[in-house]
Structure formats: structure tokens, C-alpha cells
């Protein structure tokens, strides 16, 4: 247990890295503003990504599967609440429903033995 929340953790921190050297990019105009930042910050975020998912094969006993959907649940969640909280973006239904759809993934994927 103590791996996957490990993981988790590692992988939040991963996908916070990356929507901000993507979206905030974009959004913002840092890319053009600071571009070796920008492309510095790829190093911590792809650390991050390579810890969450060493952690989570460890707590797996060795599956890859389970890493990728969790890490895929987690990467939608962040996106949505980062998404609403900096930039301002509505959750609409659609985006709702995807979001309980990512939850059940990784409830799935951490809860069925």
C-alpha cells in the first residue's frame, strides 16, 4: 500500500509538471517567453512519470497494466481540476462523466484483486 500511494503521489506531481509546461505554455506564452525553463522542467516531470510507474509495477507484482491505467486516471483528474481552478474552464457534463469514468478506472485498478 505504501508503494501505491507512493505512486500516486509521484504520478500527481508528474502530470501537475506537465499540464504546466504544456497547457501553461499555450495558455500563457511561456514556451516563447522561456523555452530552456520550459524544456528544463521536462527532467523533474519525466523523473516523476519514471518513479510513479517503478511503483507501481513493485505493488503489482511485476504487471505494467495496472500503471498505465492509473497513471491514466490520474492524468484526466488533474487535467479537469487544473483546467477549472487556473484557467477557468466549466465542467460540463460530457467532461463530468469523463471524470467518473477516470475515478472508476482507478478504482478498478487499485481496489479489484
Known sequence: MNRLLTGIVYGILGQVLSFLQLQGS???GWYTKYPIIILLSSIPA???YLKSVEAFVYEFNG???PSRLIGFGIGIIVFGLMSFFLFNEAINLKTFICLILACGILGIQIFWK
Open 26 to 28: 499555450i495558455k500563457y
Open 63 to 65: 504487471d505494467i497494466w
Open 46 to 48: 519525466s523523473w516523476f
